[in-house]
């Protein structure tokens, strides 16, 4: 062969080989166990596999994110450069279900041009990417590929908005059921929100989540126009016009929105995307993703105080049985306090009427604030105060030094009802101020916590959730099931203020709206066993004084529960049927299960007891409490590691035991 055909050859052929490793690189990651495998395509674009055990998770996927002006990070990537690291480490957690997380993962991290690029990493239960940028100059963000690809039509369990704050698109309470349906039985107009459940084959489920969302807007869920088995995100636009919703007057809502949804510093980390897998259901009662990929507090929580809230609103004000007008009043709040000082609850709330609902420096005549901090200090009290997001947000850090200063331990900020991008940063700034200010806060009208929680922990509590409150308006019989879904799903994202605690108790067909005597649905022991079940550093009692003091059996039970755990243990579960889990404080366990509408018997041991030698203080369903509710029966028993305990559950039933070293 002449010299220059030679090299003319080898020129067309190094070229080819050049053009083949622009056009498909491939780089894998696996899980420390081995059983999470992700693979990433880099082409013309992005695509991210999962498949767990060699089942398909999510086929091949794209992802990137485009920007204003039509550059797509993500996308025409003319280098990539890999770095793989492991990670094996325990995370102090700060007012959780546990004290300590192991953190173990490896992550593969790949960087384009610019600095910029995806981390990736594999979790022996979770997989998950994010974004990263290194610009100098503000980046407005017009849109970002998030998709779903699925091998079959799974159904899936996810809640769509529906309550439209003024028929807003992006604007609801995130207080919904959660419908189980195919992918491709979608409404493709329809909004769904995270977190969301996805019924894989071989019983495995996958839960979407995103954790660490800062300064940036969250996911909703569409079905995808072009592949019946996807689904992929929209985010809401930004807000370039607010003001009062028309309905209720309360909310702030966007009026008109930009054509792009954030404007973020040129060089930052985006939110993580998560799929959580399980083999078995109850593995999704006790999982930590979202607070192992959140940013870690920078706050100091001496001063931080977790406990119980004695609530008003739920119960109408309404207690009996004493020589004063009960109602929004300073007679009314001290009954209050003098039973949360009886039972060792470490608050009481003022809800909506303490003052004017735009104005908070404008009290009601009824109510003398100053004396109410003063009388709840002398019985160990704290005082947490309701507000709009919207009246709040007018003057956070005066707000926040005023009530301070006077004594307040906190606000509720309700009525959020949005999660773009301007909500989210809201949400963060309110949290660093509330902090400065030695305030907590539990945000209501609220998307799900996607790692909030953990950079400021001062967020004590979230909504974020369609709670009890809604039995003052609705009787839907639903609710038992909805209860037994929230812990694989809600609740993955955080903890939840779902507002337990009825002592007016239901069976099915029996419940009837209420705003004064409102009833739940289930047994007595179902509301008791949510005090262990669902995570909640601030845990409301809904009921009145007056009902718990005519049950002061079980409010002695639910007194005796912390809010915070040192250890959970997920023991058994099945997803909108029934759950089981065991939570430790010091050498007391406290153990719970709860069901739907349908009754069952479930056994379990108690190994994870420290040898023998325990009480159990146990509250199970009567034998009678499939026609009256209300009914239960308490039993001490011996228990030890090798103990087995044979559950019985009524309809909307529960179990609940307090187990103590003797």
């Given at each position: 062969?002449?010299?220059?055909l ?6 067309l052929?190094?070229?080819?080989q050049n053009?083949?490793?622009?056009k ?10 081995g059983?999470?495998a ?13 498949t767990h ?10 992802i990137?994110i ?5 550059e ?13 690291r ?10 959780y279900?546990k ?17 910029e690029g ?5 979790y022996?239960?979770?997989?998950a ?13 017009r849109?970002?590929?998030i998709?779903y ?13 529906s ?7 992006y ?7 959660y419908?189980?349906i ?7 107009d ?12 071989n ?23 072009a592949?019946d088995?996807?689904l ?5 636009p ?16 966007a009026?008109k ?16 995307r998560?799929?959580?897998?399980s083999?078995?259901?109850h ?40 020589d004063?007008r009960?109602g929004?009043?300073n007679?009314t ?8 000082s009886?039972?060792k ?5 003022l809800?909506?009427g303490w ?10 005549n009824?109510i ?11 019985k ?28 307040i ?10 999660n ?24 209501h ?12 922990p ?9 709670g009890?409150?809604?039995s003052?308006?609705?009787a ?19 903890p939840?203020?779902y ?14 709206p ?28 809904a ?12 409010t ?14 997920a ?5 909108g049927?029934?759950t ?17 509408w ?9 190994s994870?007891l ?8 146990i509250?199970k ?14 039993e ?13 559950m009524?309809?909307?039933g529960?179990?609940a ?6």
């Amino acid at each position: 062969m002449p010299v220059k055909l030679f090299f003319s050859t080898l020129f067309l052929f190094l070229f080819a080989q050049n053009v083949q490793s622009q056009k498909a690189k491939s780089f894998s990651l696996t899980s420390p166990d081995g059983k999470i495998a992700v693979s990433i395509s880099v082409t013309d674009n992005i695509k991210w596999s999962v498949t767990h055990s060699e089942d398909i998770v999510i086929l091949p996927s794209a992802i990137s994110i485009e920007l204003q002006g039509g550059e797509v990070i993500g996308r025409n990537i003319k280098s990539v450069t890999s770095k793989k690291r492991t990670v094996n480490q325990v995370i102090n957690a700060v007012f959780y279900k546990k004290k300590a997380i192991i953190d173990n993962f490896n992550e593969l991290t790949l960087s384009f041009k610019n600095g910029e690029g995806v981390i990736f990493r594999a979790y022996n239960e979770a997989a998950a990417y994010r974004f990263f940028t290194s610009r100098k100059d503000e980046l407005i963000i017009r849109s970002e590929q998030i998709e779903y690809n699925f091998n079959k039509d799974y159904n899936v369990m996810i809640p769509f908005t529906s309550d439209l704050r003024d028929g807003e698109r992006y604007s609801c309470s995130f207080e919904e059921f959660y419908a189980d349906i195919a992918i491709s039985k979608i409404n493709k107009d329809t909004l769904g929100y995270l977190p969301m459940l996805v019924k894989l084959d071989n019983n495995k489920k996958a839960v979407i989540l995103e954790a660490d969302v800062q300064d940036y807007p969250c996911q909703f869920i569409q079905h995808h126009p072009a592949n019946d088995m996807a689904l992929k995100s929209t985010f809401a636009p930004y807000p370039l016009e607010e003001a009062l919703g028309r309905r209720s007057r309360i909310n702030y809502l966007a009026t008109k929105r930009a054509d792009f949804i954030a404007k973020v510093k040129g060089t930052r980390n985006f939110p993580w995307r998560v799929l959580v897998v399980s083999v078995q259901d109850h593995e999704l009662l006790n999982n930590d993703i979202v607070q192992k990929l959140s940013a870690p507090p920078t706050m100091e929580t001496s001063w931080l105080k977790p406990g119980k809230v004695a609530w008003d609103w739920w119960n109408d004000w309404n207690i009996s049985k004493v020589d004063f007008r009960a109602g929004i009043n300073n007679d009314t709040y001290k009954y209050y306090i003098d039973f949360a000082s009886a039972n060792k609850l470490e608050y009481i709330i003022l809800d909506e009427g303490w003052s004017d609902d735009w104005d908070l420096t404008k009290l009601k005549n009824q109510i003398n604030l100053q004396e109410l901090v003063e009388y709840g200090k002398q019985k160990n009290v704290g005082l947490i105060l309701w507000s709009t997001w919207y009246a709040l947000q007018r003057d956070i850090d005066g707000l926040c030094k005023r009530y301070a200063d006077m004594g307040i331990k906190g606000f509720k900020v309700d009525f959020l009802d949005r999660n773009d991008q301007k909500i989210v940063a809201s949400c963060y700034e309110m949290a660093s101020i509330a902090a400065n200010h030695h305030l907590m806060l539990d945000f209501h009208g609220m998307f799900a916590p996607q790692g909030l929680q953990r950079t400021w922990p001062n967020v004590i509590n979230f909504e974020g959730v369609r709670g009890m409150e809604y039995s003052k308006w609705s009787a839907d019989d639903r609710v038992p099931a909805h209860e037994v879904s929230i812990p694989y799903l809600r609740m993955m994202g955080g903890p939840l203020d779902y507002t337990p605690g009825a002592m007016r108790n239901t069976t099915k067909g029996n419940a009837r709206p209420s705003n004064s005597l409102p009833v739940s649905q289930g047994t007595r022991c179902h509301q008791l066993a949510m005090y262990i079940t669902y995570e909640a550093p601030l845990q409301m009692l809904a009921d009145n004084p007056t009902a718990y003091k005519e049950n002061q059996e079980c409010t002695d039970f639910i007194a005796g529960i912390p809010t915070v755990f040192d250890s959970s243990v997920a023991i058994a579960g099945e997803v909108g049927q029934y759950t089981a889990i065991a939570r430790r404080k010091g050498d007391t366990w406290y153990v719970a299960a709860m069901n739907n509408w349908t009754a069952r018997k479930i056994g379990f041991n108690l190994s994870f007891l420290n040898g023998q030698g325990y009480k159990a203080e146990i509250f199970k369903d009567g034998i009678n409490a499939d026609r009256d509710a209300r009914d239960y029966k308490k039993e001490i028993q011996n228990v030890g590691y090798n103990t087995m305990m044979n559950v019985e559950m009524k309809p909307g039933g529960g179990w609940a035991a307090i187990i103590t070293k003797q």
